[in-house]
């Protein structure tokens, strides 16, 4: 009988040993004789207009061989896995740590000497870091179509009149934090010219959106611009965005020499995607037996200065707003927007962590106001066969929510008899 079930077993990975061993290559691990380093100058204010750059300095510097900017793009300024909306290199400065220059020296000490001498005047506008103060009327505009990115609106049923009916009703506002993903390898990679093609190695979890947005940079047709993953020391969804790659293939493109980029913590932290801060305010009812009769919700996400994943992000966030829960009456509106803030992105089921928090925290909340447990109420709720969604999606078959819960809650009584063990 061939073995297929791997369920419950014991699996290595594939590369596990490599990395367990230290025999793994990193993209930070790759070499090439003559390779130059890179180094990018990033924006010290979050929102102004570059009026001025002089580099004549940095170019004295011994062993620095170019300084690139905005004017240097031979191809589009702009990239994004969504909404192409940030620059490689930018004159409008939309967060601290927008790439402003990029440096080439034969050496790591030259390069980042010659970031100094680079001299820049700026003029600042005002920097909008709070989420709804960029929404209001009148906010300073952050990208030319304004502050709000996306709106995604579910509705259905009355809630309003099914509120009037409700047994109880609660309504309460959360917010969530904005979260680095940690990785320990960060982004780096190398690059060279391989007869007429762009070859570039990078630590990425995207290579065919990367060639792309390369080649789009460059101004290169798709065909002359090869993208390899290197081995990924971890990437949690923050690796799915450009990060060195167009650095990268400007660099070997224009210099037609083999180039090096490693980005060290901090430039990690600064320079790279978040996951979306939420706010939301919702809304929910149910009547006197525990059944859940109208949820209402305004997610408002944090998308920073480019939009990245958001638009997606805030779409899964409305979607999942009800949870695994049938709900007759629904109205959620979910709003993207930008703001002065680091960008935010992808991160592990990007949009729904934040959203769970919420309902399964109402669901605790409508207990306590009916005198119920917690798990009764979400035992009379879950999603069955035949069940229709917020989206208006019947469920046919295969779903397990409620044999998840029994099982759940089995597995408590048994590792915590505190609970008390009865069937609650």
Not at 114 to 137: K, S
Not at 139 to 150: E, Y
Not at 307 to 331: F, I, K, M
């Amino acid at each position: 009988m061939l073995e297929k079930n791997i369920v419950g077993r014991s699996v290595s990975r594939v590369d596990g040993f490599g990395k367990v061993m230290g025999e793994t290559r990193y993209a930070g691990d790759l070499d090439i004789p003559g390779a130059l380093h890179l180094k990018v100058l990033r924006s010290k204010v979050a929102h102004g207009l570059l009026k001025k750059i002089d580099a004549s300095r940095a170019l004295k510097i011994p062993g620095v061989i170019a300084v690139f900017t905005y004017a240097d793009i031979p191809g589009t300024n702009s990239y994004g896995i969504i909404v192409k909306d940030q620059p490689v290199l930018t004159d409008k400065i939309r967060f601290k740590g927008d790439a402003i220059a990029l440096v080439a020296a034969e050496d790591e000490a030259s390069a980042l000497a010659a970031l100094d001498a680079i001299e820049v005047e700026v003029e600042e506008l005002q920097p909008l870091y709070d989420v709804q103060a960029a929404m209001a009327a009148g906010a300073p505009a952050i990208h030319d179509g304004g502050n709000i990115l996306t709106v995604t609106k579910i509705k259905r049923g009355n809630v309003e009149a099914a509120l009037e009916q409700a047994a109880a009703v609660v309504s309460k506002r959360y917010s969530t934090q904005r979260v680095e993903h940690g990785y320990i390898e960060t982004e780096a990679g190398i690059a060279y010219l391989e007869n007429d093609m762009v070859i570039i190695k990078a630590s990425t979890q995207n290579p065919h959106y990367d060639r792309r947005d390369v080649a789009r940079v460059l101004g290169l047709p798709i065909n002359k611009v090869r993208i390899m993953q290197t081995a990924t020391g971890g990437g949690f969804g923050g690796k799915l965005d450009i990060s060195v790659q167009c650095f990268l293939g400007l660099a070997a493109l224009k210099l037609g020499r083999p180039v090096k980029m490693v980005y060290d913590r901090q430039e990690s932290f600064v320079a790279t995607a978040k996951r979306h801060p939420f706010i939301v305010d919702y809304t929910s009812a149910a009547a006197g037996d525990g059944k859940l009769l109208a949820v209402k919700a305004r997610i408002v996400g944090d998308t920073g200065a480019y939009a990245s994943y958001g638009p997606a992000t805030l779409t899964r966030a409305a979607v999942h707003a009800t949870g695994p829960y049938e709900v007759a009456n629904v109205d959620i509106e979910a709003f993207c927007v930008y703001t002065n803030n680091p960008f935010s992105g992808a991160m592990r089921g990007f949009g729904t962590p934040q959203i769970a928090f919420v309902y399964e925290s109402q669901m605790d909340l409508l207990a306590r106001e009916l005198q119920m447990s917690p798990l009764e109420i979400r035992r009379r709720n879950v999603l069955r066969a035949g069940s229709v969604t917020a989206t208006g999606q019947q469920l046919v078959n295969s779903v397990g929510i409620g044999k998840t819960l029994e099982a759940a809650w089995a597995r408590a009584l048994e590792v915590m008899p505190g609970l008390g063990g009865e069937d609650r």
